[in-house]
């Protein structure tokens, strides 16, 4: 088992700044590729960035391009989401997940663990 524990999350105005972290307990971090999705009020769960364990494949959604940056530190057993240049429409709770890595396609492959999720709101 591998225990999730998100924070960092807040209320922000449009166009500043949070950091998120995601912490890792349990079986061992190694090899596993850390995702962060968010779900908004009456809306579907949506993939929003993964890396990979070594850090070289790294996957973004469109509306997050150019503005997020996920990070890991493998010897704390962390990953990060940098959200910059925020929007009132990246107002969600964001969840981070593990999964192992077989090549798939890294927003829609799936993840074995669940984080509980941070509320992150942005006002206008």
């Known amino acids: 088992q591998v225990q999730l524990v998100e924070s960092g999350g807040g209320l922000v105005q449009a166009g500043g700044s949070l950091r998120l972290s995601c912490a890792a307990s349990?079986?061992?971090?190694?090899?596993?590729?850390m995702g962060w999705f968010r779900q908004a009020p009456g809306k579907e769960r949506e993939f929003v960035a993964a890396?990979?364990?070594?850090?070289?494949?790294?996957y973004y959604a469109d509306s997050v391009q150019g503005r997020f940056t996920i990070s890991r530190d493998n010897a704390k057993n962390t990953v990060y989401l940098q959200m910059n240049s925020l929007k009132p429409e990246d107002t969600a709770v964001y969840h981070c997940?593990?999964?192992?890595?077989?090549?798939?396609?890294?927003?829609?492959?799936?993840?074995?663990?669940w984080g509980q999720g941070t509320q992150v709101t942005v006002s206008s």
């Open positions: 349990g079986r061992t971090f190694s090899g596993y590729v």
């Open positions: 997940a593990a999964g192992t890595d077989y090549g798939s396609n890294f927003a829609t492959m799936h993840y074995d663990y």
């Open positions: 890396i990979s364990w070594s850090g070289v494949r790294i």
